[in-house]
């Protein structure tokens, strides 16, 4: 009984929509919805089909296969330059130049060099203060490639913080449970320098690269 | 099955994209002493190129959310989350773009100390009695690379059902991003930094950064493709 009134609401239900349908195709302002043409539906497919497979499918390995010749020559090359530097690091032999100090006179706008280390030592904080502020400052290592031995640098902007356009003092301080006798030496010639040199650092701004 | 033309280079831009970090850090290693090319130095062909990748990565996450949302009003389905996740990814990705092109890490100890001197400079001084000796940027980062895993393992495990294939990206990405702050600390302790093999260091840390962000620049990039793949597919 109950299913008889259901298929029963159900054709009337039908009947009523077809004949609203059918009124709605009559009607001339009605746009039909957009269909896209069968190239498109075609296309569509694909991508879906295609997208699912992607990464299983033979084309894609073709694909891939045309790219490890690069990868394996650059690959390579990044091995043999870390190995051959290796070696070359271990003949390297550390400076027999004593600590020295030169300001940015014969690299202006450029690092200001504190001198040589040897690697066995570790390496000093150095406390620069101004008159605005006291900012700490960790020399940089970097091969210097005019002597190819490592030396520490501190850069100009390091060394002149940025916002301080005059300054009156700089005082090296460094911490002291690093000190050793040998970067006793080098801190008491990097003092002497900075004292000796004053004069010449410039009190308007520095400008130089930026250098973390 | 035939591989549609748009289809086929799915991968392209990470091919691409590892073949320059490659190549960048192979610059590195043999002309380590010019500032234009030095994985260490800001400002130059490494920087630009770090920031540019990662502002691509955002704009692409934006995409997706744009694309997925515009989805949910076709198809009535939960797109909601996705989208934040997505969002999300695309925010962070934003703000490392920054950081990067802006330099804001190297230089967030003397933004802060300007503000807080007397704090910072104490705080500077205990950690270094404490025997802290690495760069002082990665003591303000720590809780931001914990939200990241944090958020990394949370997008895994709720975008893994929908991108199932390409959740890898994700996964590695993060996990490549979580060993930076890690070779940070080492590389730029003092014993490390003085040694001449300084420069391999940043070679491995800058490397591992830039092949993580190629995989989530990657991720957002497949995820763009997808969803716009479902949304003509309607």
Redesign the interface.
């Known amino acids: 009984m109950t299913e008889q009134y259901t298929n029963t609401l159900l054709k009337s239900e039908l009947r009523k929509h077809a004949h609203s349908f059918t009124k709605l195709l009559e009607d001339p302002l009605f746009v039909p919805p957009h269909q896209p043409s069968v190239a498109q539906q075609e296309?569509?497919r694909?991508?879906?089909?295609?997208?699912d497979?992607?990464?299983a499918?033979p084309?894609?390995a073709n694909?891939?296969r045309d790219?490890p010749v690069?990868?394996s020559v650059?690959?390579y090359?990044?091995i043999a330059?870390?190995l051959s530097?290796?070696a070359e690091?271990n003949n390297?032999s550390v400076s027999p130049t004593p600590p020295q100090i030169r300001f940015g006179s014969n690299r202006p706008k450029s690092d200001i060099v504190i001198g040589y280390?040897d690697?066995n030592?570790?390496?000093p904080?150095l406390f620069v203060k101004t008159d605005l502020?006291?900012?700490?400052v960790?020399p940089?290592?970097?091969?210097d490639?005019r002597y190819n031995v490592?030396c520490?640098t501190i850069t100009a902007k390091q060394l002149f913080?940025?916002?301080t356009d005059f300054f009156t003092e700089i005082t090296v301080t460094m911490?002291s449970?690093?000190l050793d006798d040998r970067w006793r030496n080098m801190f008491d010639t990097v003092q002497r320098s900075l004292d000796e040199g004053f004069g010449s650092i410039p009190t308007s701004r520095h400008t130089t690269?930026?250098?973390? | 099955m035939k591989i549609t033309r748009s289809n086929q280079h799915l991968f392209l831009p990470l091919l691409l994209l590892l073949l320059v970090d490659l190549i960048l850090i192979l610059v590195h290693l043999n002309y380590y002493q010019y500032s234009l090319f030095n994985l260490d130095i800001e400002a130059n062909i490494p920087t630009i190129y770090q920031g540019a990748k990662i502002f691509a990565g955002a704009f692409l996450a934006f995409l997706a959310v744009y694309i997925i949302g515009h989805q949910k009003k076709q198809k009535s389905q939960r797109t909601l989350l996705p989208r934040r996740i997505i969002g999300l990814l695309g925010a962070g990705l934003f703000f490392l773009g920054l950081d990067e092109v802006g330099t804001i890490h190297e230089n967030i100890f003397t933004y802060l100390a300007e503000l807080f001197p007397e704090q910072l400079y104490g705080l500077q001084d205990s950690l270094l009695e404490a025997g802290y000796l690495s760069t002082n940027w990665l003591l303000f980062y720590i809780p931001l690379f914990l939200a990241a895993g944090v958020f990394g393992i949370y997008a895994a495990i709720k975008l893994v059902k929908t991108y199932p294939r390409y959740i890898w990206l994700l996964i590695i990405g993060f996990l490549l991003i979580f060993c930076i702050p890690v070779i940070e600390y080492l590389n730029t302790a003092p014993d490390v930094r003085s040694s001449e093999l300084y420069y391999l260091w940043t070679a491995l840390e800058e490397g591992i950064e830039m092949i993580a962000l190629s995989l989530l620049v990657q991720f957002c990039y497949v995820v763009v493709v997808l969803e716009e793949g479902k949304l003509t597919s309607v």
């Open positions: 296309r569509q694909k991508r879906r089909r295609s997208l497979t992607f990464l499918s084309e894609e694909y891939i790219f690069v990868f650059i690959i090359s990044i330059t870390i530097k290796g690091s390297l280390f690697k030592v570790f390496q904080v502020t006291t900012h700490a960790t940089r290592p970097v091969l490639p490592p520490i913080f940025p916002k911490n449970r690093l690269r930026n250098q973390r």
